[in-house]
């Protein structure tokens, strides 16, 4: 499977506003399917790809796909296995490519979150070990 990130379009084949079953005819069956009927929000269904470490949230009383998260360690983003870089050098990478602004947060969980949102990305780190992409259109 293709793991490229293309930032605020997907990844790989896979693109957001794509519906449920065009994205299931792409990956195949989910492992795991979860419906989210949230009253303040949108319905979501989110569909785990245990094996390939991708979560994808699809919005809307007729889903699309709204959100990305990965931990694949194969995942490429701007031509660089992300998983690979330290948060330094990911920082480096984004600016480089035109991404400045980003906001830097501790999460109650643990994990440092590095936010670009000109890209709608998020990287969460553990112990300075990148660990996680959330990626959005």
Request: glycine fraction near 8%; proline fraction near 3%; charged fraction near 30%.
């Amino acid at each position: 499977m293709d793991l490229t990130i293309k930032i605020k379009q997907g990844l790989g084949d896979i693109r957001f506003s794509m519906p449920v079953e065009e994205v299931v005819a792409l990956m195949g069956t989910a492992d795991e399917v979860e419906n989210i009927d949230n009253a303040a929000d949108e319905p979501t269904t989110v569909l785990h790809y245990n094996d390939l470490g991708l979560t994808l949230f699809f919005e809307g009383e007729n889903p699309v796909l709204a959100c990305i998260d990965t931990c694949n360690e194969e995942s490429v983003l701007l031509g660089e296995e992300v998983f690979a870089m330290d948060e330094k050098s990911l920082v480096q990478l984004m600016v480089k490519n035109g991404y400045a602004e980003q906001d830097v947060d501790e999460e109650d969980w643990g994990e440092r979150r590095v936010s670009f949102p000109e890209g709608n990305i998020d990287f969460y780190f553990d112990e300075g070990e990148l660990v996680s992409i959330i990626l959005g259109a």
